[in-house]
Structure formats: structure tokens, C-alpha cells
């Protein structure tokens, strides 16, 4: 490491080395664990609402909140952990979300009562909230950049793995037990071996360098090429001042920074998350429900759930060969509202199972190919000391919205409305959302990451 300008930065040389998987893509794995449970536990509030309303005899609003407290709090804490990232770094908060989770997932478990179990999930999800975007920032921000759009994409390939998981297991307890605090015990023993795991990922040099800590993040970035089998010259860190400090006024200041950034950006970015994410929310929470309520069986109905998001993974492969071809914001464009559409026919063909469930496989599809290039594209569009907090609040409005889904949706749109054109009233804030990100937002496909 050296000090004169005319070097390339630190920042420059770790998205410029050569990716290794026993480098790079132990992050991506350990990171991907992480993603997984998130969506393990959001597929189980759409197994839990029939289970729940059966044992503890829950109307329409009562079984909604099995979803809203536990997504209100996944919102709030993509808020605080991607904020708190930003303040005392991706590995503390890496390492401390899945610790919150896991508690609270075994309290949850142990819940006397209805209103004790909504406190429970509400707090797991707090902790489990801050993984999505915590764990983009840190994978991001250690993955080469030639390769960044493929590594961040076939990221979400851990959804679809969590989220089938969760149908497939949850199906067997209820088959062998019928006990659904079964259904949340299971989770937390792997939950916790990635927790001890996660405790092993370094620092990221990027957070480093911003956080006035040169000389741990030259000793970070130093590794990285030695490890890499890299053969870079001299490289310089920017000098930086004093650290920040965590604090709810920082906070504040870090939400405005996001407007004067650009507000376009930023405007688009939660637009996307929160229309994209409520379709995909409001089919995942209520669909074993609006199966069972047609006649399917209970383990029949988990199944058809699982088949829904298990052929998310041939997405998540689409999204990665096609991210660096097609660009961003095209993939986006064309997926995410036929995606919505597939929906709307999906709910005229109820009636017909086979056709039914073909459909809805159509739709694991392509909500799948939209979703991860949709975590990419915005983890792009922010500079570093605002990419936590940036990914953080748009998957906070996501969570906001999909937190009030299981109310607006089970007690108001789908009893009101019926199901085709509640479906297609989403499907159309998609496409007002893709609209907008055409004509307001850049592409990203290449970028350096600032």
C-alpha cells in the first residue's frame, strides 16, 4: 500500500480479483445460508395461518396478524440492520441477526397464546429482516465486478431452497405430528450453526476504508489478493475521517442522504421492491389458504406450495445466465409483469387443479428470474457508505407493504374483489413501477462499485 493518487484504489483491487471459491465464494455460501432462513420463515406464515385459525379459532384479521407481525417486523428491522451495517460494519451485523431470530423463533414456538405468539414473530422477524440486505452489502461488496452480477443474482437461488424446504418439511411434520410449533423448533438449530459460522467472514474493506480504519482494511484487502493468487502492484487507501457513530440521528441524516443522492433513484428503488415483493408476499402468505379453501388437502396444499417455489431455482439460473446480457433493467422490465399476469390467469383457472397449478408454476417462474436481478440492480445504485441503508429501506417499504397484505388481502380484496381482479390491481402497480424505472433509472450492468 502506498499513498499516491496515481494508484488505483484499494476499493478498485478487490472488485478487480480474480474470483476463488475458497475465497469469495465461502462468503457467498455462508452469506446464502443467511438468505435462506429469510425465506424459510416467510413461506411459514402461509403454512401457519390454516394451522393457527384451526387451534386457536382465528376470524379473517386474527390469522392475518400470523403474517403482518412477523413481516412489520422484518420491515423494521431491513430498516435498523441495513443502518446499523453502514455504522459498525457488515460482520458485527452479519454475525448478531440470526442470534435475534433464532431466540424468538423458540419463544414463538413456546407462545401460550395468539397474542403472545404475534410479540414473538414480530421480534424474530426484526432479526431475521436484517439479513437480506446486510448480507447483499457484504457479498456485493467482496465480489469481483466482472462477476458481481451473476454472484448477487445467483444469490436469491437460496429463496426458492429455503422457501421449498419449508413447504417440504412442513408438510412431513403436519403429516407425522399435526403439531405446528414443530413446523418453527426446526428451523433454529441450523439457524444457529450459521450464526457460528458467519463469525469466520472478515470485515469488509469497503465499510473499512469509509469507517477511518485504513490499516485493518489494507490487512483485509493484503489477504485477499494473497489468497486469490493475485499479482497486483502498488494500491492506495483514501484518507478518511473519524468513524462514525450509531445513532438515530445518523440514521435520520442517512434516510435524507438517500433523497439528495438522487431522488429519482431512490424513488424507483422502492417502487419496484414494494410492488414486485407484494405480489410475490401476498401469493406466498396466502396461497396454501386459497388452496385449501378449494378443496385441497392440507399436506397437498404445502406441497403445491413448495412446487411454486421450488422452480424459483430454474429462475434464479435463467436471471443469472441472462444479467449481464440482457442488463438490468430489461430482465426486470419483462419478467416481473408477466409475472403478475400469470396471477391473473392462475386465479380464472382455480376451478381446473391441473391447470391451475400449471399455472402457478409458470408464476415460480418468473417471479424468480425478477426478484434476484431486482436485489441486484439496487444494491448497485447507491455509492458504498450508502449501499446498506440504501437496499435496507427499499426492503423495508417492501416489508411495510407485504406486512399489511394478509390484512388488506384476506380480509378485504379477496373476499371483496375475488381473487382475478385483486391479482390484477397488483399486477398493475408492477407495471406503473417498471414504467417509472424506465424512464427515471440508469442501467448498472458493468458498473464500478464507488
Known amino acids: 500500500m502506498t499513498t499516491s493518487t496515481t494508484l488505483p484504489s484499494g476499493d478498485a ?13 465461502s462468503i457467498f455460501l455462508i ?23 384451526k387451534e386457536w379459532h382465528l376470524d379473517a384479521g386474527g390469522a392475518a396478524w400470523v403474517g403482518t407481525s412477523n413481516l412489520i ?31 424468538f423463533t423458540v419463544l414463538g414456538a ?22 437480506i440486505p446486510v448480507d447483499y452489502a457484504l457479498v456485493g461488496e467482496f465480489t469481483p465486478r466482472r462477476h458481481r452480477g451473476r454472484v448477487l443474482t445467483v444469490m436469491d437461488a437460496w429463496w ?10 412442513s408438510a412431513a411434520l403436519i403429516s407425522a405430528t399435526g403439531n405446528w410449533r414443530a413446523l418453527m423448533l426446526v428451523m433454529v438449530l441450523p439457524a444457529l450453526l450459521v450464526f457460528w459460522v458467519r463469525r ?18 489494507a490487512q483485509v484487502i493484503n489477504s485477499l489478493i494473497r489468497r486469490t493468487g493475485a499479482t497486483v502492484g502498488g494500491w492506495r487507501l483514501p484518507l478518511v475521517s473519524e468513524a462514525p ?45 386459497i388452496l385449501v379453501s378449494t378443496g385441497f388437502g392440507e399436506a397437498k396444499a404445502f406441497m403445491a406450495t413448495a412446487g411454486m417455489t421450488g422452480i424459483g431455482l430454474v429462475g434464479v439460473v435463467l436471471a443469472a445466465l441472462l444479467v449481464e446480457r440482457v442488463g438490468r433493467k430489461w430482465l426486470l422490465a419483462i ?26 408454476l409458470v408464476f415460480g417462474l418468473l417471479i424468480q428470474v425478477a426478484i434476484p436481478v431486482l436485489y441486484t440492480y439496487v444494491s448497485e445504485l447507491y455509492p458504498t457508505e450508502l449501499r446498506g441503508t440504501g437496499f435496507g429501506w427499499a426492503s423495508t417499504i417492501s416489508r411495510v407493504g407485504a406486512g399489511l397484505v394478509p390484512l388488506i388481502f384476506g380480509s378485504l380484496l379477496w373476499p371483496v374483489l375475488g381473487l382475478p381482479l385483486t391479482f390484477a390491481l397488483t399486477g398493475l402497480l408492477v407495471v406503473l413501477a417498471v414504467i417509472a424505472m424506465a424512464v427515471a433509472a440508469p442501467e448498472t450492468k458493468g458498473i464500478r462499485l464507488d
Open 335 to 360: 419478467t416481473a409483469p408477466l409475472s403478475a399476469a400469470s396471477l391473473v390467469v392462475f386465479a380464472l383457472v382455480l376451478d381446473a387443479p391441473a391447470a391451475a397449478q400449471a399455472w402457478l
Open 245 to 289: 457513530k450509531l445513532s438515530l440521528g445518523k440514521v435520520t441524516v442517512q434516510l435524507a442522504q438517500l433523497w439528495r443522492y438522487n431522488w429519482r433513484t431512490t424513488a424507483v428503488a422502492w417502487s419496484l421492491f414494494l410492488t414486485i415483493l407484494l405480489v410475490y408476499y401476498g401469493a406466498l402468505t396466502w396461497m396454501p389458504a
Open 73 to 103: 417486523g422484518m420491515a423494521i428491522g431491513a430498516f435498523a440492520w441495513g443502518s446499523i451495517a453502514d455504522q459498525i460494519g457488515r460482520k458485527k451485523a452479519f454475525t448478531l441477526t440470526l442470534l435475534v431470530f433464532s431466540l
Open 110 to 131: 413456546a407462545a401460550p397464546d395468539y397474542v403472545w405468539f404475534y410479540i414473538f414473530r414480530f421480534v424474530a422477524g426484526f432479526g431475521l429482516g436484517g439479513c
Open 31 to 53: 452469506g446464502g445460508l443467511g438468505f435462506m432462513f429469510d425465506a424459510w420463515d416467510v413461506t411459514l406464515n402461509g403454512f401457519l395461518i390454516p394451522l393457527l385459525s
Open 13 to 25: 483491487v478487490v472488485q478487480d480479483l480474480p474470483w476463488r471459491w475458497r475465497v469469495q465464494g
Open 160 to 169: 426458492p431452497i429455503g422457501a421449498s424446504l419449508c413447504g417440504l418439511v
Open 200 to 217: 469466520s467472514v472478515p470485515e469488509s474493506p469497503l465499510y473499512l476504508v469509509r469507517a477511518g480504519r485504513p490499516e485493518e482494511a
